[in-house]
């Protein structure tokens, strides 16, 4: 396709920022890359070593991204977990440790009072040496609000300063991204330095976003900085992003501790091109993340997963209606979230409120941190309120949560029978309800802001929150009334029926599945949480149900609603393209337009093209046999052509503004003293894709997607018509669903 | 693109048998469907609930396939693991009991002797009253060589006279179908009912072969057959595809309790084309399956698994070396299992041995039964030998493999430390490693008879002794020499070090992996087997050393090399095409060939066209805008033009010889008394898929794949070149492969 026999041009065959990669190139080029080193492979021992070396580059960089990735993932949590605790004080033995560290070294404890020990000073015992009484409330509830300032001010700022491209979950870009578009710099070594900083800070300010997925950004980042020390991969942006794929995978991996989750998370939800190679890849960066972290052992419990949870009993057939509400409630909160946050977020993007980032952010903190304190449900870490609403009460459980009647009255064994729930469970409820409320209406502000913020955890906690509210009603039901019909067949008095945290599970799941629409991948997660297929039937249902509710009010997940939001130009592979449109309805030139701008292939001027290339925008042009016949022969990149113009006016002695440009194979014999010919058929593309003009849009569609194109042209009946790029193809996708077609432009 | 106004000619737009169907033409259909449904549902609430059930008609379907599915898998192990204890013996409390039921009714057996109960009686005590004695011995041996003939007579028959594709795993053939083609009859009614017969008869019969291939293809059966009461799978080629996806999710999560590795399975090994829809409906149907089976409860244990294992010991770093070298032996066996297997299976197809099946069977039954039935290892199934191995040894087991010294001496708890090995256990190394011989040879010759095959657990046999073997040796040298450097800094004396029963896992896996060349979905199936995280690593290891090794000997795995043995017109998704070949390399016509058959569009008559049909044998033509210009309009199926001008002979008044067809929208006015014109633009393909006659060959199979076509055309300067077909380029790939082009063919 290329002439070999020339130097290729530096530049060409390169992309410009915020420009669309062509996956066929890039693949072909690979391809050309892969034979030239097997052929080379063969003549030489160090060339065979090169060969098995560069097929080997591939496990070695996904062993390193899993390392760095596990242990930002490590640094991060440790770091978070000491930060957190530094809001309420500080320990006396040494400041970095953190609540819980300090106090496993001291010897003034008892297991009951595990949280209390005198190495452990709370800002107020610090500034005015005690615990008790209203005015020491108030000096703790100001340094919490001071710290959760502080920290979100310093987090803004970084971001503001060092990296604006640090800010948010990084999901809907890394789609983008991975998609074929390029934007350089988001995954570059400043955005993965502010923002694992940022992250830290963020998440111990307090606000209501959790670390999950801005954790994915952050192992996408690691993958294509160490990207950079391979070749193979540098060079080649789908090569590339066959890595970051794999990264996404990692981050996911090491964000629940869940691998296959992971890999299947990257593959349901992230990738764009993922082809079996990738998964097995995936999979092996996902296990060597997941394995660091363990070993780096950031809670302190040798456990791989956030959220361990290992529940007893079985579950009821009858329980799927509770289970389906939770699904319901889910989807319904999912819908309310996106429609909500993105309203607010077009409100940002469109009005003077974001413009001021710092002032927000300190706002939004401010109010989240003044709300949390009264309440030990907002006040604690959500990641910890997740994992206590999660817990199956046990005997020694002293969360207030678990303060049952008779709550060390066992009847068998260890077995705890459904109990009537004591004053505790009571306050818990209303405390609980607040929280919900809470959690609710602040996250739709938060998600979004100019800091890094994840929508997980804020997700699952909303939904365990509803689950563990419906869980504890379900068993006081059960427990009362056990000899309603729906109760009186399978739970008998004094017997274990309910588990409020398998509801508090299903309600997370729902919540999250409402909010991003994944289904397999989510259901993956949460199994690799629980561990047992037992629990995947309730999972399953909730998430169904959830999907189905969320998408009856609104087609698109929180990050494909953000795609759109900010006009990134990503061709969804989900969506089936349902319309009779035809590719003559979609293409350029429209019908009164101007005819289309075309190269002829051994009749133009050097000038000719400069005068083309000046009058236009367009990023390629169709050569032609000639103007008359409209029979096409190849297409060529405008930066191609400039590039080559230039260098051949620089190096190529006597190319003048007269010079005709040739793209034959062989250009004829020139009469003397005419100007020296250009041949630039070495950057023209030879096998450009056609279709004709009749083809239904849903094939062009399905084609664009499927190959990954910049462009296609289309013709009829054998001469050149027009040509449809990405970006008519989004529009019209827009235009068809009554959207407006020019948001769809990158800005 | 069609014309709706006119009604369809009934046979337009189906397959003959043996041919490759359209993609592309079939999801089109597909999308009409389903915007016609769409657009009805606003008239009336008929059509809205029509609207929803067709929409929900997936699920119920998938829903049907995992109860299907899911109870025939429980029937087959149930008859199976009967008719398997009917070759040693028979209950006399009532013959429908197995072994194990008949002892549990039994009062007179102890926990020691579980297995010995008056009412179980073995053949030689029903016929000669003794079980003691050389005599009786001989008496047993007949009864079970006879029993394994007759079973073996039996299936054998039943498939020759039923159903000749009921033979073989299946698994080849689903993939060819997956990916576009057409057998029909192969995933029939009578195909599933012998296939269920036969599987059960060649379990019992003692061969050395699984059921977890053809539980695959049962499950697709059942797809199948119940895609036909849903118009919408019915009619629909594509559709019907992405049910036998899921169908094969849940053919795998029955047979090894595994629902998500049946998913993965599904999506790396079988399918072709894999919507993420379809991943979640697969899940959907392979929980559904899941739970069916254990509803069932076949195993008489509730566990959902075929290889229920629970190992306490975690596994040291080192241990990563015997697990690499298992892995080697895993892809060493697996590249000689294919190639002995291949080549034993050519010779049955070249020479008179394929001619005689029944013979073929009964021989290969014999020499198994005769060489088995003296080891207990051979003479018990697989699937229990394969469970004995994988166990860990506990305090109560009464296994030969867990005759350790001091075998009821536990220091600390439970836990068993590492022991030396008894008598038992050297006499069960030399009875294992026979077997393992034995396995090794006559799996060879035993897959691929005609009878139902599959290969699964005769791997993974093989992989667990060989596993057991090397992890009880480690055991002792652990035991013998813990003050080698390699043991003293993790296993002191006394210490629970090495579990075999995990080297057997090992090794299975990596058997398994060897053969088929499965990854991810291997791990994830193992994962599911133990349930813990923990020994994923040591999975992966061996998993991928194995697929190193045996790649390195052979890039297929067994069901591709069946696949090519077979000629199936398959187009691996996997393998990407290396050669710098163009597409006007592989077009016909070749380049001293006669010129490309084509239809001009307005000026040949029907008997032009009937000449040309008779006189060829594509399956479509070109249509040009006249033979001069060459330039392409569009593409035409023979079928369908054959049957349209048959209909329009009987149908349309005065269509005779003399008339001419038109391809173009409107007929020019004819003179009077002309003959009237027959119109075919409705039967035209308007958008053809072209490619240039300079593209690489490497995008014209990702075309070919990615958009599942059936043959492209090659333009040059916008001038009808050639067509490409997908033989054409499975016939390249071949060729470039340095293999015989025309074994390609279906035959």
Chains 1, 2 share one sequence.
């Not at 060969?51 to 993932?73: E, H, N, Q, R, T």
């Not at 304190?373 to 206590?388: D, H, Q």
């Not at 054998?718 to 669903?737: C, E, F, P, S, Y």
């Amino acid at each position: 396709m290329m002439d070999f026999l020339e130097e290729p041009i530096p530049g060409v065959g390169t992309y410009d920022d915020f420009n669309t990669i062509d996956w066929v190139r890039e693949k072909s080029r690979d391809r050309d890359r892969h034979r030239e080193i097997t052929n080379k492979s063969k003549e030489s021992t160090w060339a065979l070593i090169h060969s098995v070396s560069d097929a080997f580059s591939g496990w070695l960089l996904m062993l390193l991204i899993g390392l760095l990735s596990g242990s930002l993932a490590g640094l991060i949590d440790i770091s978070a977990h000491w930060m957190t605790d530094l809001k309420e004080g500080i320990c006396t033995e040494g400041f970095w440790f953190n609540h819980e560290h300090c106090c496993w070294n001291s010897d003034h404890v008892t297991f009951e009072d595990r949280d209390k020990c005198p190495e452990w000073n709370s800002w107020s015992q610090l500034i005015i040496s005690t615990d008790e009484g209203a005015f020491a409330y108030i000096v703790n509830y100001f340094m919490y609000v001071l710290w959760a300032l502080l920290f979100a001010f310093l987090a803004v700022s970084l971001v503001k300063v060092f990296a604006p491209y640090a800010c948010g979950s990084g999901i809907p870009e890394i789609k983008t991204i991975l998609s074929g578009f390029i934007i350089r710099g988001y995954l570059g070594k400043w955005t993965l330095i502010i923002k694992t900083i940022t992250l830290v800070l963020a998440v111990s300010s307090g606000l209501s976003l959790g670390k999950e997925g801005p954790l994915v950004h952050v192992a996408c980042c690691c993958g294509n900085i160490l990207c950079h020390c391979f070749n193979k991969y540098r060079k080649n942006e789908a090569k590339r992003r066959e890595v970051l794929s794999a990264a996404a995978a990692a981050g996911v991996s090491v964000a629940f501790g869940a691998p296959i989750g992971g890999v299947l998370f990257s593959l349901e939800e992230v990738s764009y091109y993922f082809p079996l190679k990738t998964l097995w890849r995936s999979f092996f960066a996902a296990l060597v993340a997941a394995f660091t972290l363990r070993s780096i052992n950031p809670f302190g419990n040798s456990r791989l997963v956030l959220f361990y949870v290992e529940f007893h009993t079985p579950w009821h057939l009858f329980e799927l209606v509770p289970f389906i509400l939770l699904g319901i409630f889910g989807g319904l909160w999912g819908a309310l979230f996106i429609r909500t946050n993105i309203a607010w977020c077009r409100k940002r993007k469109t009005t003077q409120l974001g413009k001021y980032p710092v002032v927000e952010v300190l706002v939004v903190t401010a109010i989240t941190a003044i709300l949390a304190f009264p309440n030990e449900y907002t006040r604690m870490s959500t990641s910890e309120l997740i994992s206590e609403l999660f817990n199956d009460c046990g005997l020694l459980d002293s969360s207030k949560l678990c303060d049952y009647e008779n709550r060390f009255n066992t009847s068998k064994g260890g077995e705890l029978p459904d109990r009537p729930a004591g004053v505790g469970v009571y306050s818990a409820m209303w405390q609980l309800a607040l929280t919900l409320i809470l959690k609710i209406v602040i996250t739709i502000f938060t998600f979004g802001m100019k800091i890094p913020s994840g929508l997980f955890i804020p997700s699952m906690a909303v939904g365990a929150i509803a689950g563990r509210l419906l869980g504890v009603g379900m068993e006081q039901l059960a427990y009362y009334h056990h000899d309603w019909a729906i109760f009186n067949s399978w739970c008998s008095q004094g017997a274990d029926c309910i588990t409020p945290g398998l509801y508090a599970m299903v309600g997370a799941a729902a919540c999250l599945g409402g909010v991003t629409r994944m289904t397999v991948s989510l259901v993956v997660i949460m199994f690799e949480l629980t561990g047992g297929l037992e629990y995947i039937v309730p999972l399953m249902a909730a998430a169904m149900t959830s999907k189905w509710v969320a998408d009856a009010l609104g087609r698109e997940g929180i990050y494909d609603a953000h795609i759109r939001l900010n006009g990134y130009p990503f061709l969804e592979a989900k969506e089936e393209f349902a319309h009779k449109t035809l590719a003559m309805d979609v293409m350029k030139p429209r019908r009164n337009d101007p005819l289309l701008t075309v190269l002829t292939q051994d009749s133009m001027t050097v000038e000719d093209v400069e005068t083309i290339i000046s009058e236009t925008t367009y990023s390629g042009f169709p050569v032609v046999v000639s103007r008359e016949s409209q029979r096409l022969v190849g297409f060529v990149l405008r930066r191609d052509l400039i590039i080559s113009i230039e260098n051949a006016r620089k190096k190529q002695d006597g190319v003048v503004s007269t010079s005709i440009i040739y793209f034959t194979e062989h250009s004829p014999p020139m009469p003397p003293y005419t100007p020296p010919t250009l041949k630039l058929r070495n950057i023209l593309d030879l096998s450009p894709f056609t279709v004709t003009d009749l083809t239904p849009m849903e094939i062009v569609v399905d084609i664009f997607r499927k190959l990954g194109l910049r462009q296609c042209l289309v013709t009829h009946n054998g001469r050149l018509l027009g040509i449809i790029t990405k970006k008519d193809v989004l529009k019209h996708i827009a235009q068809m669903a009554n959207q407006d077609p020019d948001s769809i432009l990158f800005n």
